[in-house]
């Protein structure tokens, strides 16, 4: 069994920031990409950050710049910083880990940025 518990959404003012957690336990080989995906209200899941095991990260244009997803390796956990926060940032973002070829997915943790 594997779980990932996501933590640190909320509510903030546009132009603020937040830092998202996300920690996999249970049997749970060396995660091979760790990253985050969200989704708003109406719209399909996309694609926000990711860390590879060999250091690579990734951004879609949207949050290139903004965000930035950090890992530890060792405690199994990823994070995600999100700077100058928009109001299209508001979503429910979920974490993914990739291990061994399987997906795994956490529960969600909503965010959402007034204007």
């Known amino acids: 069994q594997v779980q990932l518990v996501e933590s640190g959404g909320g509510l903030v003012q546009a132009g603020e920031s937040l830092q998202l957690s996300c920690a996999a336990s249970?049997?749970?080989?060396?995660?091979?990409?760790m990253g985050w995906y969200r989704q708003a209200p109406g719209k399909q899941r996309e694609f926000v950050a990711s860390?590879?095991?060999?250091?690579?990260?990734n951004y879609p244009d949207s949050v290139k710049g903004r965000f930035t997803i950090s890992r530890n390796s060792a405690k199994n956990t990823v994070y995600l910083q999100m700077n100058s926060l928009k109001p299209e940032d508001t979503a429910i973002y979920y974490c993914?880990?990739?291990?061994?070829?399987?997906?795994?997915w956490g529960q969600g943790t909503q965010v959402t940025v007034s204007s």
């Open positions: 993914n880990v990739v291990s061994q070829s399987v997906n795994y």
């Open positions: 249970g049997r749970i080989v060396r995660p091979n990409v």
């Open positions: 860390s590879t095991s060999g250091g690579f990260t």
